[in-house]
């Protein structure tokens, strides 16, 4: 298979290719050199200060009845979908033999340099989808986050003029599929290991946060119980005077 589908210029893969790469020649070449930076592997490494946000607050779940592990374990399958993901792309790209949109297309502004390879499918897009949609199923608020970066992250290769769209559409959809796809396995393979973590002296506080001294489920403190003198209005009291 080769790239004869997108010659024609009525192909809407090819269209919205040529008009999101053609933004560049409005934009200044400041933000050129950002979203190259950023597409290239910006956005990827903003996903580690993310990936570990989540591990902090995961990290201070209550233990009880696994909860703790069974988090730690979804998370730890997010970077885990992504490498994957990319060894599943590797067959696919072999196999489709998509040459990059500058390749054949003259009219796309090639903004990034040193992209070489097959496009189809994107693994900028892959990596980025594998780990939103796995961590989405760790934690909803810094799944979406993650997910909103792989977004940013297709859109970017779209505009270098390094992908078609369908390359990152292909992308997520196989980066999503990997990730959710596998995630009962690897739970199954992954809680179990989390747990035994969380028994150990030294691995104990990568699972779970331990719990603040004096306080009892969300940090209730315990009352002492009243002594037995201090019951019945001071009777007690009141008979050891008659003593």
């Known amino acids: 298979m080769n790239a004869a589908i997108e010659a024609s210029g009525s192909n809407p893969d090819v269209s919205l290719l040529v008009d999101v790469n053609h933004l560049s020649r409005s934009t200044p070449n400041w933000f050129d050199r950002f979203v190259e930076f950023a597409g290239d592997r910006g956005l990827l490494l903003l996903l580690v200060p ?35 993901a990319l060894l599943v792309n590797l067959p696919i790209k072999d196999f489709v033999e998509r040459q990059r949109p500058f390749v054949d297309h003259t009219e796309v502004d090639v903004l990034a340099d040193g992209t070489s390879g097959f496009s189809f499918v994107s693994d900028h897009a892959t990596l980025a989808m594998a780990v939103g949609a796995a961590l989405f199923v760790a934690h909803r608020g810094f799944g979406l986050a993650a997910i909103g970066i792989a977004l940013l992250e297709g859109a970017s290769r779209v505009y270098l003029g390094v992908s078609y769209p369908s390359d990152v559409v292909g992308g997520f959809a196989l980066g999503t599929a990997v ?20 028994r150990s002296p030294r691995l104990g506080r990568l ?28 009777g007690s009291t009141e008979r050891d005077l008659a003593a």
């Open 207 to 234: 699972v779970s946060a331990p719990a603040a001294a004096g306080a009892d489920d969300g940090g209730r403190l315990e009352l002492p119980e009243p002594r037995p003198e201090m019951r019945s209005g001071g």
């Open 179 to 198: 990730a959710l796809l596998f995630a009962p396995a690897a739970s199954a393979l992954l809680t179990p290991l989390m747990k035994r973590a969380a």
């Open 50 to 84: 993310l990936l570990a946000a989540c591990w902090w607050m995961l990290r201070r779940q209550p233990a009880e009845r696994g909860g703790a592990a069974a988090s730690m374990a979804a998370l730890l399958w997010a970077p885990l979908a992504a490498s994957l």
